[in-house]
T-cell receptor, first 108, second 114 residues
Framework: GQNIDQPTEMTATEGAIVQINCTYQ??????LFWYQQHAGEAPTFLSY????GLEEKGRFSSFLSRSKGYSYLLLKELQMKDSASYLC?????????FGTGTRLLVSP | EAQVTQNPRYLITVTGKKLTVTCSQN?????MSWYRQDPGLGLRQIYY???????DKGDVPEGYKVSRKEKRNFPLILESPSPNQTSLYFC?????????????FGEGSRLTVL
């Protein structure tokens, strides 16, 4: 079975750094995706980690530890438009399972 | 433009009235999937398809049917909708075969069953 755990909600201020953690237990693990979803809109791809370590992409970075079943998404220089839900999604065989998401509120 | 197109975007219907939500992608993707999204439950997979004529159940398939007669289309059929199927539905596709790969989502279809 699958079990994905991420905080329900986080708040931060503009310009700050925030780290969203995700722990998972899943069978047949291949890699882990992070998606961003603004309210009422479709999820959009942010990052994909297949090997242990940090992947950096502009203001966003994602880290994976396969042995610990742990990942985090790091958002730097927060902007108001980063207010959204962030979905952790471990990839299994023929299957992508989504966590319930972390709602991030960025205030001025 | 590469995209996944769902229709209708919004629908209010009544219990028991059969409906189909269409999904079409123009990226020649092998993999297609349907998800429903409900508050507090996140995105849950209904059905997926690895290729034409190949479909499989996801985590919440009850009350739904799908077909994959052509590579580009993956309709979701609710034979006899019930109020517990009121939800936001997303179709998604990816080029993946053995692995899912990056999913490209449609804009979503908000369904209300009265």
């Amino acid at each position: 079975g699958q079990n994905i755990d991420q905080p329900t909600e986080m708040t931060a201020t503009e310009g700050a750094i925030v780290q969203i953690n995700c722990t998972y237990q899943t069978s047949g693990f291949n890699g882990l995706f992070w998606y961003q979803q603004h309210a009422g809109e479709a999820p959009t791809f942010l990052s994909y980690n297949v090997l242990d370590g940090l992947e950096e992409k502009g203001r966003f970075s994602s880290f994976l530890s396969r042995s610990k079943g742990y990942s985090y998404l790091l958002l730097k220089e927060l902007q108001m438009k980063d207010s959204a839900s962030y979905l952790c999604a471990p990839e299994g065989f023929q299957k992508l399972v989504f966590g319930t998401g972390t709602r991030l509120l960025v205030s001025p | 433009e590469a995209q996944v197109t769902q229709n209708p975007r919004y629908l209010i219907t009544v219990t028991g009235k059969k409906l189909t939500v269409t999904c079409s992608q123009n990226m020649n993707h092998e993999y297609m999937s349907w998800y429903r999204q409900d508050p507090g439950l996140g995105l849950r997979q209904i059905y997926y398809s690895m290729n034409v004529e190949v479909t499989d159940k996801g985590d919440v398939p009850e009350g739904y049917k799908v077909s994959r007669k052509e590579k580009r289309n993956f309709p979701l059929i609710l034979e006899s909708p019930s109020p517990n199927q009121t939800s936001l539905y997303f179709c998604a596709s990816s080029p993946g075969r053995l692995n899912t790969g990056e999913l490209f989502f449609g804009e979503g279809s908000r369904l209300t069953v009265l």
